[in-house]
């Protein structure tokens, strides 16, 4: 979802997406899976310079879950792999710039990409809920 001027001008950030942990119930089927979810697409040409992830309620009722996000060829460009048992503002990862893995001439999917380990798998989950946010820029809009 875009972000309005005033959220913008408050975050630094123009995009935002909610994943609940209903989202990914479906996403898995065992113990240990992956499910992705696609945040929605960049523009043709294109830059990530800014990334977090917010998780407002932590994710339970499974052993393990972590979370990535980044592109479609690159699924952890902006967040390396992070828990999601503790509600926590998770910062984009240290030492991550702008580089050939957040930037583009052609339009890709961002995504985050979830994943279970041990008992319960993605299908156990009980409770969970997070903001993604990303600032994708469009350079072909650049003067």
Do not use: H, M
Not at 8 to 22: C, D, H, I, P
Not at 72 to 95: D, E
């Amino acid at each position: 979802t875009p972000l309005s001027e005033q959220e913008q001008a408050a975050t630094g950030f123009n995009y935002k997406a909610t994943v609940l942990y209903g989202d990914l119930i479906t996403a898995g089927t065992g113990a240990s899976d992956t499910g992705t979810i696609v945040l929605g697409n960049t523009p043709a040409k294109w830059y990530i310079d800014k990334a977090g992830v917010n998780i407002t309620t932590a994710f339970a009722g499974i052993t393990a879950a972590t979370v990535v996000v980044g592109t479609t060829t690159t699924t952890n460009a902006c967040i390396a792999s992070t828990s999601l048992l503790t509600a926590a503002w998770l910062p984009q990862a240290s030492g991550v710039a702008v580089s050939t893995n957040l930037t583009g001439v052609t339009a890709l999917s961002t995504v985050a990409v979830f994943t279970a380990a041990g008992t319960g798998g993605l299908a156990g989950l009980t409770a969970g809920a997070l903001n993604i946010y990303l600032r994708i820029k469009d350079t072909a809009t650049l003067p």
